[in-house]
C-alpha cells in the first residue's frame, strides 16, 4: 500500500519560511518522480515543483527563486523548502509521486500553509 505523509505546513508570517516533508512508504522511491502541488480555495491545482529520481527538477512559476526542492532517498522523503513566503503562497501543499513510464501516480492528504500577519 503506498502511502505519502506530508508534514511541516502551520502558520507563518509574511517573509518567513517553512520546510514541509513528505514521506514516502510502499513504492520504490529512488525511481519516483516527487512532486508538490498547491491549491488554493476556488483555484486549480498547481504544480509548485518536480524532482525526477535522476535529479532533473522544475519549478512553477510562483516558486522559481524561492523554493527548494530536494530528495532525500535513503529517507524516502521529499523535501520543499519555501522561503520570503506571501499570502499568495497561502494553500493546501500536496505531495505526489508519479511513475516515470507509466505515470501512475499517487497523493498524500495534504498539509496547510497559511501565511498571513
Known amino acids: 500500500q503506498v502511502q505519502l505523509v506530508e508534514s511541516g505546513g502551520g502558520l507563518v508570517q509574511p517573509g518567513g519560511s517553512l520546510r514541509l516533508s513528505c514521506a514516502a512508504s510502499?513504492?520504490?522511491?529512488?525511481?519516483?518522480?516527487m512532486g508538490w502541488y498547491r491549491q488554493a480555495p476556488g483555484k486549480q491545482r498547481e504544480l509548485v515543483a518536480r524532482l525526477t529520481g535522476s535529479g532533473s527538477l522544475y519549478y512553477g512559476d510562483s516558486a522559481k527563486g524561492r523554493f527548494t526542492i530536494s530528495r532525500d532517498n535513503a529517507k524516502s522523503t521529499v523535501y520543499l523548502q519555501m522561503n520570503s513566503l506571501t499570502p499568495e503562497d497561502t494553500a493546501g501543499y500536496y505531495c505526489?509521486?508519479?511513475?516515470?513510464?507509466?505515470?501512475?501516480?499517487?497523493w498524500g492528504q495534504g498539509t496547510q500553509v497559511t501565511v498571513s500577519s
Open positions: 510502499g513504492i520504490i522511491f529512488n525511481y519516483y518522480t
Open positions: 505526489n509521486a508519479a511513475h516515470p513510464i507509466t505515470m501512475r501516480d499517487y
